[in-house]
């Protein structure tokens, strides 16, 4: 079966820096995706950023960018210049490429953000 | 374009009642998943449900819970004989398809359960 598992309960950093998130998973599929969601305190699961598997390149949007690690089967979150609304719980999820039925999410992340 | 809308927003129920926790997918999507989030937990799947057919309940409680997707209408989930251990928020996704999808599942905004 598989799991993702992201083992930092709390992270912190002060704005304008950069801070990494992680995320491990385990899969004996090869193809398949991730993704990054962020969860403020109003609940919305807003996603942050996704990576596919058979793409060696590592994704980015803006401000944040992932470091896929496949053999590894790593998948961390480096959010670069921190703002104060970057405070959130962060998770990791992954779906099977050939059945979207569920995602399955690691047990999160809360980070804060000091001015 | 609207996207997944959830209802209601937060629910309040005594132990023993009966919770409907309705879902409409966005516009053109005919995929809809429910996932529930306990206190500092993650999302854990439910159940996968396609127009009238349910794909994948292997998450759901074998008591007490079920879910539907009519033909028309949104989708329900339904909680009978609600319990304290029932409170959690319970989020909705929806995407157009369920095979190879480039997209992710788009999620609803969670319904917040509160057993008294």
């Known amino acids: 079966a598989q799991t993702v598992t992201q083992s930092q309960p709390e992270m912190s950093v002060q704005e304008a820096e950069t801070v990494t998130l992680s995320c491990t998973y385990d899969?004996?599929?090869?193809?398949?995706?991730l993704f990054w969601y962020k969860q403020p305190p109003s609940r919305q699961m807003i996603l942050v950023i996704r990576?596919?598997?058979?793409?060696?390149q590592n994704a980015t949007e803006n401000r944040f960018s992932v470091n896929f690690q496949k053999a590894a089967k790593s998948f961390s979150l480096k959010i670069s210049d921190s703002q104060l609304g970057d405070a959130a719980m962060y998770f990791c999820?992954?779906?099977?490429?050939?059945?979207?039925?569920?995602?399955?999410f690691g047990t999160g992340t809360r980070l804060q953000v000091f001015p | 374009n609207a996207g997944v809308m959830q209802n209601p927003r937060h629910l309040v129920r005594r132990r023993g009642q009966e919770a409907r926790l309705r879902c409409s997918p966005m516009?053109?999507?005919?995929?809809v998943y429910w996932y529930r989030q306990l206190p500092e937990e993650g999302l854990k799947f439910m159940v996968y449900?396609?127009?009238?057919?349910?794909?994948?309940e292997s998450g759901m409680p074998k008591e007490r819970f079920s879910a539907e997707f009519p033909k028309e209408g949104p989708s329900i989930l339904r909680i009978q004989q609600v319990v304290r251990g029932d409170s959690a928020a319970y989020f909705c996704?929806?995407?157009?398809?369920?095979?190879?999808?480039?997209?992710?599942?788009?999620f609803g905004d969670g319904t917040r359960l509160s057993i008294l």
């Open positions: 996704a929806s995407s157009p398809q369920g095979q190879g999808e480039d997209q992710p599942q788009h």
């Open positions: 899969t004996s599929e090869s193809d398949y995706y």
């Open positions: 990576q596919e598997a058979y793409k060696q």
């Open positions: 999820a992954y779906l099977p490429r050939e059945r979207t039925d569920k995602l399955i």
């Open positions: 516009k053109g999507h005919s995929h």
């Open positions: 449900l396609q127009k009238e057919n349910i794909i994948d």
